[in-house]
């Protein structure tokens, strides 16, 4: 890196910009640009005790946060990350793979305490131990704006649970959401995070994935969710969950009001612990996304699975990849669906399952009472190449040539499709609409790659970015114009984001 030259703020204003990850191994040649340095006043809280100090502490709040951070780093005697410094005044700061170690994470607290900008910090793979774990405790007694943090694979262990357990009780963070991943968790952190999240209420966003609970670390989660009022999202995949852990923490979603989304896949919960969850579907009315992937459940668990569906209002995802079912199973779930006037399930995922034509029948029948239904299986016994290939005609194709046709533009065929004339909308409403309407007749697989093209992240379709041959095309009278919008950034130079946004008005 490069801290020889000496680095004088910009007084030049720049447009502000979304903050974009960038490779964490450019972060070690690149010369540290300045950065702007602004005063915002900190909201009151609770006074706490920290030692997240530099030799003046009025520093701490009148130093510019460039000017603090190469001061903290001087401190504890670690060498300044120059991504750090060009992005300290972005909201998402991605700082994964960087080996901070607890020095360098102490430096990057330090300059976080008074900092206002950054939202999301990404701490993954950094070392950062006991002593760096404590550093960003301290730090967020202090700081009023982070909201995401991710110190997963941190190999954080018992002392680092403890910490961060303390800490979640008090509720005096504006933290949201917690990345926890692989940090060598083991049943007596369970009992901790019991602790924490039987009190805490702020945390909506959990992931603690890839550690090493078993059934014992299950009973202590699954007390925490009988307690916990604030969960909306749990990530429990890729730990060691058997039969008595499994029933545990469905135990515990029996009682909670709160979680919608729910990942156990890669565990063990066999049929005893499918007869459990069918129970929680049965009474649960909060959950809405379920992963039970690889749980070593058979037909005997779907049966129960299946019972529950007949009377769940709330579910609408539905994973069982790489579980023994077999098509009887498959077909045992969906009709389960069929029975159910009320069911709002959207997709159920059985993509290992190789099914027959007469599964596919017995599919339509179900998505005729309920055209929001996907489900992904295998393949078809015995279908040709032929049928194959045109269940797969490409489903833009077949909109830009209906568009072309009747003179209109492709934004227009996808607004008739909401009510309300929006450029979003749920997928579920979307694929509704799409099997519904007989402008452009499609079958589920085409409505399926349709989705994949537009669907986002959070659930929804947006349909101002609609794709063909793999470039965005907006569709305006008088001409098309093209953009590299499907990969990250629109590069047409004569047509900003602005004009893009105005375009779709």
């Known amino acids: 890196m490069d801290n020889d030259e000496p680095l004088e703020p910009e007084t030049k204003d720049e447009p502000e910009t979304k903050p974009a990850a960038r490779n964490s191994d450019e972060t070690f040649y690149c010369e540290a640009e300045s950065s702007v340095a602004v005063e ?84 993954a793979d950094n070392c950062i131990m006991e002593e760096g774990t404590l550093s960003l405790v301290q730090m967020l007694q202090e700081n009023y704006y982070l909201q995401d943090l991710n110190v997963s694979n941190n190999d954080l262990g018992l002392k680092g649970a403890s910490t961060i357990s303390e800490f979640l009780q008090r509720n005096t963070s504006s933290l949201l959401n917690l990345q926890l991943s692989g940090n060598n968790f083991k049943d007596e952190s369970a009992e901790l995070f019991c ?53 545990a923490l469905c135990n515990g979603l029996r009682a909670n009001v709160t979680l919608q989304k729910l990942d156990l896949s890669m565990n063990g919960f066999g049929n005893e612990g499918a007869t459990a969850l069918g129970e929680v579907l049965r009474l649960n009315n909060s959950l809405v996304h379920i992963d039970v992937s690889s749980n070593d459940i058979s037909n005997e668990g779907v049966i129960k699975i299946s019972k529950g569906l007949e009377f769940n209002e709330s ?42 034509e007469q599964f596919v029948k017995i599919l339509d029948g179900v998505c005729a009472i309920h055209p929001q239904l996907d489900v992904t299986y295998k393949a078809v016994q015995g279908f040709s190449a032929k049928k194959e290939l045109l269940l797969w005609t490409n489903p833009m194709k077949l909109i830009q040539s209906y568009a072309d046709q009747h003179q209109i533009t492709v934004i227009d065929f996808f607004k008739s499709l909401n009510p309300n004339g ?84």
Not at 82 to 99: A, D, K, P, Q, T
Not at 330 to 348: Q, V
């Open 40 to 123: 915002k006043e900190k909201p009151g809280g609770e006074s706490s005790e920290t030692d997240l100090e530099i030799e003046d502490t009025e520093k701490l709040f009148t130093t510019g946060q460039r000017e603090l951070y190469l001061e903290a780093c001087k401190l504890v005697g670690v060498v300044p990350v120059s991504y750090f410094i060009r992005n300290m005044e972005e909201s998402y700061v991605n700082l994964n793979h960087h080996g901070l170690g607890p020095s360098g994470t102490k430096a990057i607290a330090i300059a976080l305490v008074s900092n206002t900008s950054v939202v999301t910090l990404e701490l």
């Open 195 to 247: 602790q924490a999240f039987s009190a805490n209420y702020r945390i909506k966003t959990l992931d603690l994935s890839h550690n090493e609970f078993s059934d014992k670390g299950g009973e202590h989660l699954g007390q925490m969710l009988a307690l916990n009022i604030g969960l909306q999202s749990l990530d429990l995949s890729w730990n060691q969950f058997h039969t008595r852990g499994a029933v």
């Open 315 to 356: 579910l609408k995802v539905l994973k069982l990849f790489l579980n023994p079912v077999s098509m009887d199973g498959a077909t045992l779930l969906i009709l389960s669906i069929k029975r159910n006037p009320k069911s709002k399930m959207e997709e159920i995922d059985i993509s290992n399952v190789l099914v027959s």
């Open 422 to 505: 929006r450029m979003m909308m749920s997928v579920g409403d979307f694929r509704k609409a799409m099997i519904q309407q007989d402008k452009v007749p499609m079958n589920p697989y085409q409505v399926r790659e349709l989705i994949k093209k537009l669907a986002e992240k959070t659930g929804m379709v947006n349909f101002s970015c609609w794709c063909l041959g793999g470039t965005l095309r907006i569709m305006k009278p008088g001409g098309i114009k093209n953009c590299g919008l499907c990969y990250g950034s629109i590069k047409t130079a004569k047509f900003s984001p602005d004009a893009f946004n105005a375009s779709l008005a």
